[in-house]
């Protein structure tokens, strides 16, 4: 896994794996390809009798329980917000999160939905309205998530939404003036 940290800490996926670990969602694998771009977690595009879907199994000593449960949150979160987010689903147990026992390792994984989509390219520079406005979204929905109380009325939430969206501007505007567009 080239450009992983900690490979010791991350597990090696194979298809009779990928099954096992679908056991628990009462999926059947038809396919499967690695997410390469992660570094910290092991991803991998999944193709189910049911449809499409991402599996991530959570690099072992790195997070809790509770912090993956909190990241969860936020994603439903993100998407009650109406940030286009992956849905996690649950397993067979009711339970979002997923753990497995293998030889003498504990792994947590999560499966979620498949959102159609690709990375941007540095050369994009006319999708930089777009990327501001979402990288606006976030950060006014984690300052909610994290205290919901900080919004109480429209002009509040317009106030921040217009000052988090110019600070993505700026900040987009000068990684693409150092790359020299």
Same mark, same amino acid.
């Given at each position: 896994?080239?450009?992983?940290? &900690?490979? /010791?800490?991350?597990? #090696? %996926?194979?298809?009779? +794996?990928?099954?096992? +670990?679908?056991?628990?969602? *009462?999926?059947?694998?038809? =396919?499967?390809? /690695? @997410?390469?771009?992660? !570094? /910290? &977690?092991?991803?991998?595009?999944?193709?189910?009798?049911?449809?499409?879907?991402?599996?991530? !199994?959570?690099?072992?000593?790195?997070?809790?329980?509770?912090?993956?449960?909190?990241? !969860?949150?936020?994603? =439903?979160?993100?998407?009650? #917000?109406?940030?286009?987010?992956?849905?996690?689903?649950? &397993? $067979?147990?009711?339970?979002? @999160? $997923?753990?497995?026992?293998? =030889?003498?390792?504990?792994?947590?994984? @999560? %499966?979620?939905?498949? @959102?159609?989509?690709?990375?941007? *390219? $540095?050369?994009?520079?006319? %999708?930089?309205?777009?990327? $501001?406005?979402?990288?606006?979204?976030?950060?006014?929905?984690?300052?909610?998530?994290?205290?919901?109380?900080?919004?109480?009325? +429209?002009? *509040?939430?317009?106030?921040?939404?217009?000052? #988090?969206?110019?600070?993505?501007?700026? !900040?987009?505007?000068?990684? %693409?003036?150092?790359?020299?567009?």
């Amino acid at each position: 896994m080239t450009g992983k940290i &900690n490979s /010791e800490n991350q597990i #090696q %996926l194979n298809r009779k +794996l990928i099954i096992r +670990l679908l056991n628990f969602y *009462d999926l059947t694998l038809v =396919d499967f390809k /690695e @997410i390469k771009t992660g !570094v /910290e &977690n092991t991803s991998i595009f999944i193709k189910t009798n049911k449809g499409k879907f991402v599996l991530r !199994v959570y690099r072992r000593n790195n997070k809790t329980k509770n912090e993956i449960t909190q990241e !969860v949150e936020f994603m =439903d979160f993100l998407g009650s #917000q109406g940030i286009p987010t992956p849905q996690v689903l649950s &397993n $067979s147990k009711g339970k979002l @999160i $997923s753990r497995i026992k293998i =030889d003498k390792f504990t792994w947590n994984y @999560i %499966l979620m939905q498949f @959102i159609d989509g690709k990375h941007l *390219d $540095s050369g994009q520079y006319n %999708l930089i309205a777009a990327v $501001s406005k979402y990288q606006a979204l976030m950060h006014i929905a984690a300052n909610k998530f994290k205290n919901p109380k900080k919004f109480n009325n +429209l002009k *509040d939430r317009i106030n921040e939404f217009v000052a #988090q969206n110019k600070k993505a501007e700026m !900040v987009l505007k000068k990684k %693409l003036f150092m790359a020299g567009y």
